[in-house]
């Protein structure tokens, strides 16, 4: 039951560009969004989070955009730096406080 | 970033046996939470705690699996007689504040059943 979708696994970005990452979600009920950094045998770490009242939230580089008619929200990173490579997982929550996350998309910013 | 920690950073164990995984949150925080990551798999949510009580569990939290707060400081997560399938990164979090829905990751432990 994918409630939250990464469709896609692997992102390639140059440094100084856009970084563009992308979440689906089925279920209507979800409210808060998350985005999550995560190394290699680390835990994740929180980035930047919208509310389903808004669509769109900044912080930084870093700004989520949520489209709820389209049960889609995506992170932006801009300009992308080496030190973003990562894998980051998009979550989300509802009527409880239980985080549902996706299966991750692995950014990889080049010189 | 408010610090969560969790201890050991890894375990390995026979099948089994019983482990606890430790964790200490964001202090004086009443909600708790244990996820689990089976390697190249996503985050899963395991167990909601608060107050001191479960508050939610998913499928996989089954009666093998415990949780407690055996002071006011610490919250571990124990499973009773581990299987392979229980190899994964084990995460707790907590949120900043009462009324925040980020929740703070702690660096995990990894439990290699063997």
């Known amino acids: 039951d994918q409630q939250v979708k990464q469709n896609s696994p692997s992102l390639s970005v140059q440094e100084g560009r856009i970084s563009i990452l992308n979440c689906d979600y089925t279920?209507?009920?979800?409210?808060?969004f998350l985005w999550y950094k995560k190394y290699p045998a680390e835990g994740p770490t929180f980035l930047i989070s919208?509310?389903?009242?808004?669509d769109k939230n900044e912080d930084g580089r870093f700004t989520v955009f949520l489209n709820k008619s389209a049960k889609h929200l995506s992170l932006h990173i801009v300009p992308s730096q080496p030190g973003d490579s990562a894998v980051y997982f998009c979550?989300?929550?509802?009527?409880?406080?239980?985080?549902?996350f996706g299966t991750g998309t692995r950014l990889q910013v080049f010189p | 970033e408010p610090e969560v920690t969790q201890t050991p950073s890894h375990q390995v164990t026979q099948m089994g046996q019983e482990v606890i995984l430790r964790c200490v949150p964001i202090?004086?925080?009443?909600?708790f939470y244990w996820y689990r990551q089976i390697l190249g798999q996503k985050v899963e949510f395991l167990v909601s705690?608060?107050?001191?009580?479960?508050?939610?569990k998913s499928e996989i939290f089954d009666d093998q699996f415990s949780v407690e707060r055996p002071d006011g400081s610490n919250f571990t997560l124990k499973i009773r007689s581990t299987k392979l399938e229980d190899s994964a990164m084990y995460f707790c979090?907590?949120?900043?504040?009462?009324?925040?829905?980020?929740?703070?990751f702690g660096p995990g432990t990894r439990l290699t059943v063997l």
């Open positions: 705690f608060y107050n001191n009580e479960i508050s939610e």
């Open positions: 279920n209507s009920m979800f409210d808060y």
């Open positions: 979550a989300a929550s509802g009527r409880t406080d239980k985080l549902i």
């Open positions: 202090s004086n925080h009443l909600y």
């Open positions: 919208i509310s389903s009242i808004k």
């Open positions: 979090a907590s949120p900043e504040g009462a009324l925040s829905n980020e929740q703070f």
